[in-house]
């Protein structure tokens, strides 16, 4: 199976309201809740290439619950999240009907208590038993200390499971230096990462300080994976428009997928670029469009670029 | 006891945001929760008042949970809320904390069937031959007909309790109907109730409608009652300023509590000025102030209007 992480996980709620006016009353004509948080995305979207998928994390309170029971419906990951006293944070989506835009409020979580990421690193170590691949994903909830995914990729390394890190601000630098096999961040957070706003100078940086590999994703132009083995530049045949939310989500399950099939470098790239352009297109936030992956996948470019670094 | 009917009851969740940008994500600051729904927050302020307050209406869904654990917590109430399948709605209100201003967003409520309802009546009944006095606040959930409130309304006369009417459009028209003892509309739901902007001929004609007495509110100026015994305007010492929430349930909560005790028509009216503007000046939205209100209440001015209509 292939085990992902969600420190913190979300109860994502999408509002639907006619126009979002500031200061305000509005009445919500469409309320939708699905359990949210970078690592359960990936988790989703690797099921539905076929993969068994385990995600795990903490969960907590009626907003955990809430989670929990939608995430059994679905039936498509397996649920080891474990539990903590506070409440599962919720993220809010206000899409205003008029234009399109999308609002976001974001809670920050629960407070993790020392005894609770005790419980939670136990429950990781014995998972890791049976994973081929683990994903870190998303941001810290509040309590936890900043090198708190250093500690993950260094037992995920015992294990001997490849491990792929997605956060970004400090958690992501310290998790860096404790050599993840993959990093994907974005252009943003590679230039905070480095200082550098050029991606391929911020990707070798970012080798230098610890990651194996480095996926920049660079949005609609695609992506830029610099490894010991090459560097490639992926782009998909057009530039697709649509709702960018969860597009890094299905390219970190197709780089994952990909590597636990044994695929070389290219086609990984090629897999995560057509993943993230199909979700782009998709209708539901989040989802990927299974037709226009299908359609996208063989018409992605994938060019090795200069020698390894 | 007093009795107060919520029902579309609310999770109330208030964030506060450094400063709201339309389109923009947002990290929330704070996260306070409250149960809401305006007949809810009448029945705290009478058991402030030292009443007994006993709240009904629906309840359902994990944000209920939320909702009934709260209620529970503060010990202030007694809950006799009737469960449905639906989940009982969130309202979000998004304080931006450079201006102080206030977006408010409202889910629509559970879809009530027929059957929820014929429990809801049943439990209605039976809590009515232990009540004083009954409040009837509020939107409606979906799923229930416009004249739900003239039945109640209807049922509350069966039973011989005092029955104060406090909703708006359609609902608060049929309830009229049914010729409740006191409404509560503030100028805009009069003037859509009967066409015109001016108070006192608007709340005239609220009567011959069928409400035997009319507590308009013109916000910070206070209060105009129109009864069979007499027509009195009354207003705090000064204009407050600060957040109207809640300050038109505080007022009938000071109606009402009046009303029990069997005070004179003025003092009930000095009581819910008095409540209602140590409501607007409590730092808590939605609580009074028991200072303000202790200061206001011998200051508040009633003056008798001409000869009753």
């Known amino acids: 199976m ?3 992480v969600t420190l913190n996980a979300a109860l994502d709620i999408t509002y639907r309201v006619p126009r ?3 200061h305000g009353t509005h009445r919500v004509t469409e309320v939708v809740e699905r ?14 290439l076929g993969h068994r998928a385990v995600v795990t994390g903490f969960v907590g309170g009626g907003t955990g619950d809430a ?65 081929s691949a683990v994903a870190l994903c998303g941001s810290l909830p509040p309590g936890l200390p900043v090198g708190s995914y250093a500690q993950l990729v260094r037992e995920a390394h015992a294990a001997r499971v490849p491990v792929l890190l997605d956060t970004s601000g400090e958690p992501l630098r310290r998790g860096i230096a404790a050599r993840p096999d ?8 590679l230039a ?4 550098s706003t050029e991606p391929m100078r911020a990707a070798r940086d970012t080798r230098r300080r610890g990651a194996h590999a480095v996926a920049a994703s660079l949005g609609p132009d695609g992506m830029l994976l610099v490894t010991s083995e090459g560097v490639w530049r992926a782009a998909p045949p057009r530039r697709l428009s649509g709702n960018p939310t969860g597009a890094g989500d299905s390219a970190v399950a197709g780089l994952l997928s ?22 782009v297109r998709a209708v539901a936030a989040g989802e990927f469009d299974r037709t226009t992956y299908e359609e996208l996948l ?10 390894a670094a």
């Open 67 to 131: 989670l929990r029971r939608l995430l059994a419906e679905s039936g498509q990951v397996t649920d080891a999240l474990v539990p903590v006293a506070g409440a599962t944070r919720r993220t809010v989506s206000v899409v205003d009907a008029a234009s399109g835009d999308t609002t976001q409020l974001n809670e920050p979580g629960p407070q993790v208590t020392v005894a609770e990421w005790d419980a939670f690193t136990d429950r990781y170590t014995a998972l890791l038993r049976d994973a």
């Open 192 to 195: 905070g990462l480095t200082g």
């Open 258 to 279: 990909g590597l636990v099939e044994g695929l070389p470098w290219p086609e990984r790239l090629a897999r995560a670029v057509a993943l993230s352009a199909a979700t």
């Open 2 to 4: 292939i085990l992902t």
């Open 182 to 189: 993959l990093v994907k961040p974005n252009a943003e957070e």
């Open 298 to 307: 063989p018409r992605v470019t994938v060019t090795a670029q200069q020698a």
């Open 35 to 48: 359990p949210g948080g970078k690592g359960l995305n990936v988790a989703r979207v690797l099921a539905s």
């Open 20 to 22: 979002l006016r500031p």
